[in-house]
């Protein structure tokens, strides 16, 4: 198993669609009920890189106890770490991390998976947990297959908001998932964000496309319009704090307003103004199908990789 690079995780409560003034009717998933659950399952977490990081602290910040969670991380710095901060027993091997678990988080590389689920395949027959992954690209049947078991299975996709409290993670499972074991899995994810269940695995390379790899669009945008700010003359302090207010804001009045986002952009879109002459060059552009082109590779990538751990 291979740790990820070190970086210090801030933890901030979550900020969600459902933390604003005002939601949608629709968002009506567990993320609105942050209580903890009345017992703590023991959990390990293979892998103690910035998701698993993520995920730790937003489960302890919601009542989660430290010593129900358990961490399999081959770097010694990182175990001290972990421990330091959360207060959660560490472990270099991952048998010793799973042992007792009701719970198993798969939080590694797809590129490493088989060899780690060839190292737990053992450990997981004899315990049989909630098996949950987050590797972008890797298929419940691999899993299956790499583990020579047949376990109740949870597949995820999260984004790195989650990071700050504020993810969107997609989730699909098994037909081995039990009903308490499905409320786990939603009550570890909808600690760090909002969840979606998704009915059919195959969607799942669509949502890796859309909130998956979504931030790194927004961060995109964000850069563009900075740059753009500079060559039209802004200092690129000034470029970047207005830009990027620019989008936090849009995105909370989004987030707060029972209005969908063609009605907000049309709110703020006066005739003949300066915002509709911008919005006339990016129909020019046709953004719309660049977009879509965009994510048709991504959601086409994502299936590549599966085919590629085969």
Known sequence: MRGEPRSRIYLVLPLTLQDCPTTRDTMTTAATDRSPPAAHPNIA???????????????????????????????????????????VRTYADNADAVAGAECVLLAVKPQIMRDVCAQLAEPLREIRPLLISIAAGVRIDQLQRWLGAHLAIVRCMPNTPALIGAGASG???????????RALAERIFSAAGIVRWIDDEAQMDVVTAVS??????????TEAMEDAAVSLGLPRETARALSMQTCFGAGRMLASSNETASQLRARVTSP?????AALQVFAQGDLHALVLRAMKAATLRGGEMSAELD
Not at 47 to 58: D, E, F, T
Not at 66 to 84: F, K, M, N, Y
Not at 212 to 221: H, I, N, Q, R, T
């Open 272 to 276: 003949h103004g300066t915002t509709e």
């Open 45 to 87: 977490f293979i892998g103690g890189g910035n998701m698993a990081r993520s995920l730790i602290g937003a489960l302890i910040a919601h009542g989660a106890d430290a010593g129900s969670i358990t961490v399999a991380e081959p770097r010694a710095d990182a175990r001290d770490d972990l421990a330091r901060e959360f207060g």
């Open 212 to 221: 998956g790899s979504g931030p790194a669009y927004f961060f995109l945008l």
């Open 171 to 181: 989730l699909c499972v098994n037909a081995r998932v039990g009903a308490a074991q």
